[in-house]
């Protein structure tokens, strides 16, 4: 039987080799932190805290703003400094708590969160899972808890832990899965156990045969999860693509996993949760890849969450020559462009790419030639070509006949394009101003 996979899609080049040999490194900033409220999907986290009050790390510091919304904790101790709008790593201004780290990380007694495993119901793990403020970690950010509550608990059948890490020069999965693969697997045994009817699945690209021999190794007398082995190719690690190649159901736009009888959660999410259940300990940190040809010693940086991304290339090495020529929050193929330095790691951020040379700004773009390229490679099996073009004609009835809402924006087409044609971005913006109309 061949590797598990889906039609369409590329292979760019990896970057991984940068990075994925370097172990997890502790890293404890001593500079203020700061708390975008909006760090997730849905409403906005609403303060709990003001200007003045000493806080501790662990503590609660903003609640859920809604149903769909996540509590916030302090991953320092120090004193509120302000509650104002900063920039982040995307670009926009957000309400942010600032914190004035006084270095010492002074905790709560996070022993006082744990309870036993086997007093607690589903609702009990649904409700810590709330409380800890953990949502999905590949870059959605969509609160967890609110995942994890299907209307029908007796129809999955499948929960998947997304560790293909398909995107280039990522190795923070990677790094998880070697290190800490025990936690993994705890975590996933919890959520199995929320769903009666529901078998495990560690998917993992097979360009890393070491995750996936350790994790099998591991696993190999658990009746209820399996890892699977997936042929190495962007973007395998897509929701839908991630659930066709383990599953073969087909999902669409309109559509949640839970439709299809499944639940998918990144690998730092699975750690997030054993650390809430098993160590009592609230989302606090994450492993963020420090990363690219132009860092002088790529890491993988264990990061309490707040930490400034400036310091985080500093504590790198800093940048090999002169600064790079593009700088981007996540990978290079969905990530996005940071246009400052100063702005705090959050709960969605992987990785900071430093890359010598800005490719995509010396490519010029000229007139499309009909190779059928785009279409080839989409993993959604549009027309992406014709969806821009009716973009830049501003025919939204005609792009969404066309199914442009299928497109994920995963950036396989501008890739290919030999034309250099700027194709997902023309794609995004006319997605935009159909959600932007549908809401209206």
């Given at each position: 039987m061949g590797l598990m996979t889906?039609?369409?899609?590329?292979?760019?080049?990896?970057?991984?080799?940068?990075?994925?040999?370097k172990e997890i490194k502790d890293y404890f900033s001593k500079?203020?932190?700061?708390?975008?409220?909006?760090?997730?999907?849905?409403?906005?986290?609403?303060?709990?805290v003001k200007k003045g009050d000493r806080v501790l790390r662990g503590q609660k510091i903003a609640e859920a703003g809604g149903f769909v919304s996540a509590n916030i904790h302090a991953s320092a101790s120090g004193t509120v400094?302000?509650?104002?709008?900063?920039?982040?790593?995307?670009?926009?201004?957000?309400?942010?708590?600032?914190?004035?780290?006084?270095?010492?990380?002074?905790?709560?007694?996070?022993?006082?969160?744990?309870?036993?495993?086997?007093?607690?119901?589903?609702?009990?793990?649904?409700?810590?899972?709330?409380?800890?403020?953990?949502?999905?970690?590949?870059g959605a950010g969509f609160p967890t808890n609110v995942k994890l509550t299907p209307k029908d608990d007796e129809a999955i059948d499948y929960v998947i832990v997304n560790g293909a890490e398909c995107e280039p020069y990522l190795t923070s999965d990677y790094r998880r899965?070697?290190?800490?693969?025990?936690?993994?697997?705890?975590?996933?045994?919890?959520?199995?156990?929320?769903?009666?009817?529901?078998?495990?699945?560690i998917a993992i690209e097979d360009n890393k045969p070491k995750a996936i021999k350790k994790l099998r190794e591991l696993t190999r007398d658990e009746e209820k999860i399996?890892?699977?082995?997936?042929k190495t190719k962007?973007?395998?690690?897509?929701?839908?693509?991630?659930?066709?190649?383990?599953?073969?159901?087909?999902?669409?736009?309109?559509?949640?996993?839970?439709?299809?009888?499944?639940?998918?959660?990144?690998?730092?999410?699975?750690?997030?949760?054993?650390?809430?259940?098993?160590?009592?300990?609230?989302?606090?940190?994450?492993?963020?890849?420090?990363?690219?040809?132009?860092?002088?010693?790529?890491c993988n940086f264990r990061v309490p969450l707040g930490t400034n991304c400036r310091e985080l290339i500093k504590a790198a090495g800093g940048y090999m020559h002169d600064a790079p020529g593009k700088i981007i929050a996540?990978?290079?193929?969905?990530?996005?462009?940071?246009?400052?330095?100063?702005?705090?790691?959050?709960?969605?951020?992987?990785?900071?790419?430093?890359?010598?040379?800005?490719v995509v700004a010396e490519m010029e773009e000229s007139n499309c030639i009909r190779c059928g390229k785009c279409g080839g490679v989409c993993p959604s099996g549009l027309m992406p070509a014709k969806l821009a073009v009716l973009s830049a004609r501003g025919n939204l009835e005609a792009f969404e006949?066309?199914?442009?809402?299928?497109?994920?924006?995963?950036?396989?087409?501008?890739?290919?394009?030999?034309?250099?044609?700027?194709?997902?971005?023309?794609?995004?913006?006319?997605?935009?101003?159909?959600?932007?109309?549908?809401?209206?």
């Open positions: 889906f039609k369409g899609g590329l292979h760019p080049y990896e970057g991984k080799e940068i990075s994925m040999d500079s203020d932190m700061v708390y975008p409220l909006n760090q997730h999907i849905g409403a906005p986290a609403k303060p709990l400094k302000a509650i104002e709008p900063r920039r982040t790593s995307g670009g926009n201004m957000a309400m942010s708590i600032v914190l004035e780290n006084d270095g010492a990380y002074e905790s709560i007694d996070f022993d006082e969160n744990i309870r036993p495993l086997e007093e607690l119901y589903c609702d009990d793990v649904r409700d810590i899972i709330r409380e800890a403020g953990i949502v999905g970690m590949g899965m070697i290190e800490e693969p025990e936690k993994l697997i705890i975590g996933l045994k919890i959520v199995v156990n929320l769903f009666p009817n529901a078998k495990g699945i399996t890892v699977n082995a997936m962007y973007p395998q690690g897509g929701e839908r693509q991630l659930i066709y190649a383990n599953t073969k159901r087909r999902l669409n736009s309109k559509m949640l996993p839970a439709d299809v009888g499944c639940i998918v959660n990144n690998v730092d999410t699975m750690i997030a949760i054993y650390e809430a259940l098993i160590e009592g300990k609230p989302l606090m940190d994450r492993i963020v890849t420090v990363t690219g040809d132009a860092i002088a010693n790529p996540g990978g290079p193929m969905m990530g996005k462009d940071m246009i400052s330095l100063d702005v705090p790691s959050v709960k969605g951020l992987s990785a900071i790419l430093c890359l010598e040379e800005n006949v066309c199914d442009g809402m299928e497109c994920i924006e995963c950036g396989c087409c501008s890739y290919i394009c030999p034309a250099k044609r700027h194709l997902t971005q023309s794609i995004a913006s006319a997605r935009k101003q159909v959600l932007a109309s549908r809401k209206k």
